[in-house]
Structure formats: C-alpha cells, structure tokens
C-alpha cells in the first residue's frame, strides 16, 4: 500500500511535462537521414576493416641482438680470465673454503599419502591450462 502512494506521488510531477515534450518534439519534428547514409556508413565500415594494423614488439630486435652480444661475451671473458686477475685484485685466499657456522634443517617426513597426493595435484594444475587450450581449438 505504502509502495503504491510513493509510486504515485512519483509520477505527478511528470504529468505536467507531458504535453510540454509533446508540443516540443512536434514542433522540432524528427530527423530523418539522407537516402545514402546507409551505404556511407557501409562503406567508412569496410574501409576501417580493410585497414591493417602492424604490431611492432614491445622489445626491438636490436635490443635482443645487443643482450644476447653482451651475454655471449661475458660468458668468453669469465672462461677465460683469470678470477685472481678480476680488476687487479689479488684473491689468493679462497673465499669459499671459509667455515660457515652450522646450521641443519630438522628432518622432515611425509607419508606415502601426502607424496601421492601431493604429485597428484601437481600434475592436475599443470594439466589444466593445455586441456583448456585443447578444448577451445576443438570448439
């Protein structure tokens, strides 16, 4: 009951507008297209799809080059340089056969179960994203 009085009290200011848009509207009168406008827009449709986009990769290749140069040569020069030899250094002590303190990690054991299981549901999510690729190509 109360929603119907909130409902028409909503709609009273609005029939006093009624005939005022009628009266506007009649007195502008309705925009009509040319006789070609559907085939201009037709044809503003066909030229946007015939038109190609060339994607350029975010990355250029010269950069690729230029990684890959860096990276090979870094690779020579660490086989084949000396490591005492580095910036003029003198590294005669090895600084790897220092002791480190002790430390152990405690022993931890899992059941049968929990491996089992744990590699099922491994396997299961790495196999989700190629059967969903699968799918969609046979779709």
């Not at 009624?18 to 037709?42: C, T, Y």
């Not at 190609?52 to 010269?62: A, G, T």
């Not at 790897?96 to 299961?124: A, C, D, H, N």
């Amino acid at each position: 009951m109360c929603f119907l009085k909130l409902q028409i009290e909503m709609e009273k200011p609005y029939k006093n507008t009624d005939p005022f848009f009628k009266r506007i509207l009649h007195e502008a009168g309705l925009e009509k297209p040319s006789a070609d406008f559907s085939k201009k827009v037709m044809l503003s449709i066909e030229e946007r799809a015939s038109v190609k986009l060339v994607y350029k990769p975010l990355i250029p290749k010269y950069f690729w080059i230029l990684f890959v140069v860096i990276l090979v040569s870094a690779g020579i020069v660490i086989y084949f340089v000396p490591v005492e030899s580095f910036f003029g250094l003198d590294i005669s002590e090895n600084i790897f056969q220092k002791k480190l303190p002790s430390f152990s990690f405690p022993e931890i054991r899992f059941s049968k179960i929990t491996v089992y299981g744990t590699l099922f549901l491994l396997m299961f999510l790495i196999q989700i994203p190629f059967l969903k690729k699968y799918i969609e190509k046979t779709n």
